[in-house]
């Protein structure tokens, strides 16, 4: 049983498209992330919501919109895609405030925009 | 802000070599966590510290939490090609789980 799993892990499209990432995890963590991965593979958190909330925005662009519906799920929606949101992009959950507090990632979404 | 270094940003090395890695910042952590990205994969937790000066191991992994609490190593011993991958540290800074990564050692080991 997949602890964290995204779909799909690749996504190419068209500059100017809107594409949707989804996520689902069975950890029972309150927590969830959005991380972004570079070309150079450095990994940047973008968003993270607790127990369906917002909590932390790292500036990032407002193309970008996190949705969860219920804290076992937290998909990404992207509009109007440009060139250069090309990367790869991990879901992760985690149980901050507990005495363990690392995240488990998903496989990845290898987005392409051409 | 708050940033993590990790060195070397790649190694390569024979197998059965051992392998130092190490992560430094100028900042205080109370964890210290190591991950593990194989291709085409998200990254796995190796192993997790929580206490200066704690030593850890994880089979042929060994890891310590500096006692400054700014600094982190992760040896391999005996390394295996199934060892390749991109390592990488990470820690909290007590903002909701929110994980920071320092820049990934990429390890490749010739067999």
């Known amino acids: 049983d997949t602890a964290v799993s995204q779909t799909p892990k690749y996504l190419v499209t068209q500059m100017g498209n809107d594409k949707s990432i989804k996520c689902e995890q069975n950890l029972g963590h309150d927590t969830m992330y959005w991380y972004k991965q570079d070309s150079k593979k450095f990994l940047k958190i973008m968003f993270s919501?607790?127990?369906?909330?917002?909590?932390i925005n790292e500036t990032v662009p407002n193309r970008f919109s996190p949705k969860s519906p219920d804290k076992a799920h937290l998909n990404l929606h992207i509009n109007s895609l440009e060139l250069g949101d090309s990367a790869v992009y991990f879901c992760?959950?985690?149980?901050?405030?507990?005495?363990?507090?690392?995240?488990?990632f998903g496989q990845g979404t290898r987005l392409t925009v051409v | 802000g708050q940033q993590l270094n990790q060195s070397p940003q790649s190694m390569f090395i024979q197998e059965g070599e051992d392998v130092s890695m190490n992560c430094t910042s100028s900042s205080i952590f109370n964890t210290w966590l190591w991950y593990k990205q194989d291709p085409g994969e998200g990254p796995v937790l190796l192993i997790a510290l929580y206490k200066a000066g704690e030593l850890t191991s994880n089979g042929r992994l060994t890891a310590q939490f500096g006692i400054t609490r700014k600094d982190s190593f992760l040896n391999i011993s005996a390394s295996i090609p199934s060892d390749v991958g991109i390592y990488f540290c990470a820690s909290t800074i007590n903002q909701g789980g929110k994980l920071i990564f320092g820049q990934g050692t990429e390890l490749s080991v010739k067999p």
């Open positions: 992760a959950s985690s149980q901050p405030g507990t005495a363990y507090t690392e995240a488990f």
């Open positions: 919501y607790n127990n369906k909330e917002l909590i």
